[in-house]
């Protein structure tokens, strides 16, 4: 079984920046889609951001030009690099690992960034 353990999340003010790291247990040789979701209090679960094993990226609506995802496939970790938070931002931050050819769909604990004054 693949762990995802993510870090980083923290309280900060509007305008400010965070990174958040997910680091995987064990390397995925099967193609896949490492990303990032999030959750706030009675709202869906929402995706953030995703890069697939052939490095191809996807935002959310709601962070392009805010956020950007990477990984450093020699560390097994991916991050997700938040700029200009908004309180709208504010939620439980989720690392996923899902399978695109071999089925797999992993979650991280989460992690929680809260964005106010």
């Known amino acids: 079984q693949v762990q995802l353990v993510e870090s980083g999340g923290g309280l900060v003010q509007p305008g400010g920046s965070l990174r958040l790291s997910c680091a995987v247990s064990?390397?995925?040789?099967?193609?896949?889609?490492m990303g990032w979701f999030r959750q706030a209090p009675g709202k869906e679960r929402e995706f953030v951001a995703g890069?697939?094993?052939?490095?191809?990226?996807n935002y959310g609506n709601s962070v392009k030009g805010r956020f950007t995802i990477s990984r450093d496939n020699d560390k097994n970790t991916v991050y997700l690099q938040m700029n200009e938070l908004k309180p709208e931002d504010t939620a439980v931050y989720y690392c996923?690992?899902?399978?695109?050819?071999?089925?797999?769909?992993?979650w991280g604990q989460g992690t929680q960034v809260t964005v106010s004054s």
């Open positions: 890069i697939n094993s052939g490095d191809v990226i």
């Open positions: 996923n690992l899902k399978g695109v050819v071999v089925w797999q769909n992993y």
């Open positions: 064990r390397i995925i040789s099967s193609p896949n889609t």
